[in-house]
């Protein structure tokens, strides 16, 4: 079992950054994958970025070179570091895990935890 619980989110302008914790405990060792999900209302749920237990990172292109995922193990936490925010990036954000590398993952459904999500507000 993994237990995932998010923080960090909150309002901002556009241009502006923003840092999301998601804090891991329970046997984290036995997941492969942890990646950061967004939904929007009305929209379906995306993956914005993924991190590898060996530390390969990918990301959407809706926020690479923008968004940067990392992974903390003497933490125990993974980040999203969010720099020059756009209002399209206003969503929940979610933390979840898989037991897969990242690229085996065809989708969400295949991501087995998840965290409670934490808002993401951006304005003009």
């Known amino acids: 079992q993994v237990q995932l619980v998010e923080s960090g989110g909150g309002s901002v302008q556009a241009g502006g950054s923003l840092r999301l914790s998601c804090a891991v405990s329970?046997?984290?060792?036995?997941?492969?994958?942890m990646a950061w999900f967004r939904q929007a209302p009305g929209k379906e749920r995306e993956k914005v970025a993924g991190?590898?237990?060996?530390?390969?990172?990918s990301y959407a292109d809706s926020v690479k070179g923008r968004f940067t995922i990392s992974n903390d193990f003497g933490k125990n936490t993974v980040y999203l570091q969010m720099d020059r925010l756009k209002p399209e990036d206003t969503a929940m954000y979610y933390c979840?895990?898989?037991?897969?590398?990242?690229?085996?993952?065809?989708?969400?459904?295949?991501?087995?935890?998840w965290g409670q999500g934490t808002q993401v507000t951006v304005s003009l």
């Open positions: 979840a895990a898989s037991y897969m590398d990242c690229a085996r993952n065809p989708g969400s459904w295949t991501f087995t935890y």
């Open positions: 329970g046997n984290r060792y036995s997941t492969r994958c």
């Open positions: 991190i590898d237990i060996d530390g390969a990172t």
